[in-house]
């Protein structure tokens, strides 16, 4: 079973009985913050990518792929062999490398904002990267009413949970309702990593998933 944009919209409008105009015009939102939630928590397989880049001898930084979402492994290619660096966070990187004149074959990275990466220490040398990751599908939201995903065909009950966490967040919402959302998200996203990787297609109606009536 499978939900389309439009229905996703009006089940999370049924749900909280909310058709306040800023409510319904930030559905969107509330739709790609749980797109985003649920993606990093599970990190299925079809959705992970390698791709070639270069680090520049000097340069602390070095480009994120426009769809990064979240990383599995960053390499270098030192004299034919590969040499993988560690993913920090950014005040390790920093910390590590507090001045970014100071330059060495790289160990550690970190994301520094939505379309960089920050490296420690600044590359000595130009380097060949392969970098593996989970990358963003398209989001639900970037289509037509009528239009599906990946997520909203395979785990639609998830994604409603999810939105709906994010749209009680909003509206600071009743906490009991709040906790059965949270509950019920908790329960399809460890469904989904049950599955493991090597599954692609997810019914979830199978594993005894249950709807959560609205109260």
Do not use: C
Request: charged share 20%; no cysteine.
């Amino acid at each position: 079973m499978s939900m389309t944009y439009g229905e996703l919209k009006q089940a999370i409008q049924d749900y909280t009985e909310n058709d306040e105009t800023s409510f319904v015009n930030n559905l969107p939102l509330f739709i790609r913050l749980a797109e985003e939630r649920i993606l990093k928590s599970v990190q299925l397989s079809l959705f992970q990518k390698n791709q070639s880049g270069s680090m520049t001898n000097g340069n602390q930084y070095l480009a994120a792929p426009s769809d990064f979402l979240a990383p599995f492994s960053l390499s270098i290619d030192v004299n034919g062999d590969k040499e993988f660096l560690l993913f920090k966070d950014l005040d390790f990187v920093q910390t590590y490398t507090p001045d970014a004149t100071t330059t060495g074959q790289p160990k550690y990275y970190a994301q520094f904002d939505v379309d960089n990466f920050i490296l420690g220490p600044t590359p000595n040398a130009n380097f060949t990267v392969d970098i593996h990751y989970l990358y963003r599908p398209a989001s639900l939201t970037a289509g037509a009413d009528s239009g599906t995903s990946w997520l909203s065909t395979n785990a639609e009950i998830t994604l409603l949970y999810g939105s709906l966490v994010e749209a009680y967040i909003y509206m600071k919402g009743d906490p009991n309702l709040m906790q059965i959302y949270n509950q019920r998200l908790g329960e399809g996203i460890s469904r989904l990593k049950n599955l493991g990787e090597a599954q692609e297609v997810v019914d979830e109606y199978r594993y005894g998933q249950i709807r959560k009536p609205r109260t």
